[in-house]
């Protein structure tokens, strides 16, 4: 973060790109760059790659070529120096910690360490009791309202983080205080603030994994969870300008890529597309938002949700990308599916005399293509240029001007004619449709012209509760874009069939024997096979 008025921040430009590389004065540096100069030198290393002045400001083209290249800069950097309280005025020199922390140094040996504090952790608030852990809460940190600070943190493999009364130092294992220790392990959280481990960014799951695997498998549907968790993350910093939101997330993505072997599409991932596509906007939670605008929703004050716009979305971006969803003070993206899916598929593979997950369709990803590229070829500015990429599926549709109930209806009647064991079925439908524009009515309704694009369906069948058998399914609501052929996305639905009346006894083949025979029910009999170009 280069301070509170970049503008007035020496920089790199191409009237001054002839003196620089004969000089730089040490008296024109900010006491920010000044101290990271200095720790660098402490650390015994020569080189430092500070932004402003490695890349030249003021030419597009420099810009662009070196912002693509942020994942192999911060990726292979050696230590990423992150100042979490800029300095506005003084110096950020921080105090000597030994004056509110005392300590003993010693020769260390065996037995005992070099270091030795007079005060344990457990006895820091006793005797500092006005003192605040606010460098412990990651939300309360200026650095981290920034977006294009969030690849930095999480590429570098080695950060100090500067800039505030203790020294801390994070990689992709630890997370420690100079003087309280470990501040955040694996599945830890501190109080007032997330997990703060690196960790949790990148799930073990799909690493080495085969691409072609079932897409409901406990990995993939965290997978796809756990990247929503950090695109609703990098969604909530603050930008100085928009036209950087794509490419201020680039060097995630690039990194996402080499290390699962995936294809990334405009923050979507080509060979998990029919999941990757079943985000939508919801509201944020009432904690989520006092959080965050503290000073305007208040505690015990319940927010009052509007529409307003903190940023619009990524100009020229495909409809079917989140990239083009405007950032909406109060509201957030989401995947359809939750915690429920992996937990339920999980129990199915523990217990399967009691719990049965069956996939039942899926959308087939054809193709994607960039302009001017051949078919399934990602130019090198594929991580951050977007205009124009469209995708083709393999689906069914329904039209949304015909009756989706009705059809539902007509075909469990059919299903308690044709089979004895179902003839005393009931089933209990819930609908629910987002538009990716949200909206503050409570119902909305899909555009008549539409259609619904199916991307997944799966059934459930269980012992416990009421509804045996569950059918899930989940897709796009596409309208007509301008090009003829193409489609554009408008919103996404889910609907949730839950089945009862149908026994899952011996005398019905338990579990298994009724997944097996619902399994072959189909519930879009007269949907319309079609292959659809999304633009």
């Not at 000044?34 to 790659?49: K, M, P, Q, S």
């Not at 998990?272 to 939670?285: A, D, G, M, N, V």
């Not at 015990?300 to 990308?321: K, Q």
């Given at each position: 973060m280069w301070g509170p008025n970049p503008e007035k921040q020496i920089r790199l430009l191409q009237e001054n790109i002839s003196d620089f590389e004969n000089n730089i004065p040490w008296t024109e540096l900010s006491s920010i760059y000044?101290?990271?100069?200095?720790?660098?030198?402490?650390?015994?290393?020569?080189?430092?790659?500070i932004d402003s002045l490695c890349i030249i400001q003021d030419s597009s083209s420099d810009w662009a070529h070196e912002a693509t290249r942020m994942a192999t800069v911060y990726g292979n950097a050696t230590c990423n120096i992150a100042f979490l309280f800029p300095s506005t005025t003084t110096p950020p020199l921080r105090a000597n910690p030994r004056i509110w922390n005392p300590c003993i140094l010693r020769h260390a040996t065996p037995s005992q360490k070099g270091v030795y504090l007079r005060h344990l952790n457990d006895t820091w608030r006793q005797a500092f009791p006005d003192e605040k852990q606010d460098w412990l809460v990651q939300r309360d940190w200026p650095l981290f309202g920034r977006a294009w600070t969030f690849q930095e943190y999480l590429l570098a493999p080695r950060t100090l983080l500067y800039g505030?009364?203790?020294?801390?130092?994070?990689?992709?294992h630890h997370f420690y205080d100079e003087l309280l220790?470990?501040?955040?392990?694996?599945?830890?959280?501190?109080?007032?603030?997330?997990?703060?481990?690196?960790?949790?960014?990148?799930?073990?799951?799909?690493?080495?994994?085969?691409l072609d695997l079932d897409l409901s498998t406990p990995e993939t549907l965290r997978f796809a969870l756990e990247w929503m968790n950090m695109?609703?993350?990098?969604?909530?910093?603050?930008?100085?300008?928009?036209?950087?939101?794509?490419?201020?997330?680039?060097?995630?993505?690039?990194?996402?890529?080499r290390l699962y072997g995936l294809?990334?599409?405009?923050?979507?991932?080509?060979?998990?597309?029919?999941?990757?596509?079943?985000?939508?906007?919801?509201?944020?939670?009432?904690?989520?938002?006092?959080?965050?605008?503290?000073a305007i929703?208040?505690?015990?004050?319940?927010?009052?949700?509007?529409?307003?716009?903190?940023?619009?979305?990524?100009?020229?971006?495909?409809?079917?990308?989140?990239?083009?969803?405007?950032?909406?003070?109060?509201?957030?993206?989401?995947c359809v599916y939750n915690t429920d899916e992996p937990s339920i598929r999980s129990r199915s593979l523990r217990e399967p005399t009691r719990s049965n997950f069956r996939d039942i369709y899926w959308a087939r990803t054809l193709s994607f293509r960039f302009p001017h590229t051949m078919s399934n070829a990602c130019p090198p500015t594929g991580f951050s240029?977007?205009?124009?990429?469209?995708?083709?599926?393999?689906?069914?549709?329904?039209?949304?001007?015909?009756?989706?109930?009705?059809?539902?209806?007509?075909?469990?009647?059919?299903?308690?004619?044709?089979?004895?064991?179902?003839?005393?079925?009931?089933?209990?439908?819930?609908?629910?449709?987002?538009?990716?524009?949200?909206?503050?009515?409570?119902?909305?309704?899909?555009?008549?012209?539409g259609i619904f694009a199916l991307l997944n369906e799966f059934q459930v069948v269980r012992t416990a509760g009421e509804y045996h058998v569950q059918r899930r399914m989940a897709g796009l609501v596409l309208v007509r874009a301008e090009e003829e052929g193409t489609w554009m996305r408008v919103g996404v639905w889910r609907l949730k069939v839950r089945i009862g009346g149908v026994g899952v006894g011996e005398e019905e083949g338990g579990v298994q024997g009724v997944a097996e025979r619902w399994g072959r029910h189909e519930l879009t009999g007269n949907w319309e096979k079609m292959e659809l170009v999304l633009v």
């Open positions: 000044r101290e990271a100069i200095c720790i660098t030198l402490a650390l015994g290393y020569r080189y430092i790659w505030h009364r203790n020294l801390m130092w994070q990689c992709g220790g470990p501040v955040a392990a694996k599945s830890r959280n501190i109080p007032g603030g997330r997990e703060m481990g690196k960790e949790r960014y990148f799930p073990d799951g799909l690493r080495d994994a085969e695109v609703n993350e990098y969604r909530a910093r603050a930008l100085s300008f928009a036209t950087d939101r794509a490419v201020a997330f680039a060097g995630i993505a690039s990194s996402y890529q294809t990334y599409l405009a923050g979507c991932w080509f060979e998990l597309l029919p999941l990757s596509l079943l985000w939508f906007i919801e509201k944020k939670p009432p904690a989520l938002i006092r959080g965050q605008y503290l929703v208040p505690r015990g004050v319940e927010p009052v949700y509007s529409l307003d716009v903190e940023e619009e979305g990524v100009r020229d971006s495909p409809s079917w990308s989140w990239f083009s969803a405007p950032i909406w003070k109060f509201w957030r993206v989401s240029a977007f205009t124009n990429l469209c995708i083709t599926l393999d689906t069914i549709i329904f039209p949304i001007s015909q009756n989706l109930h009705a059809a539902l209806a007509s075909h469990f009647h059919r299903l308690q004619a044709l089979n004895p064991l179902d003839a005393n079925l009931y089933w209990d439908p819930d609908f629910t449709y987002h538009l990716d524009t949200p909206s503050l009515s409570s119902s909305p309704s899909p555009p008549r012209h």
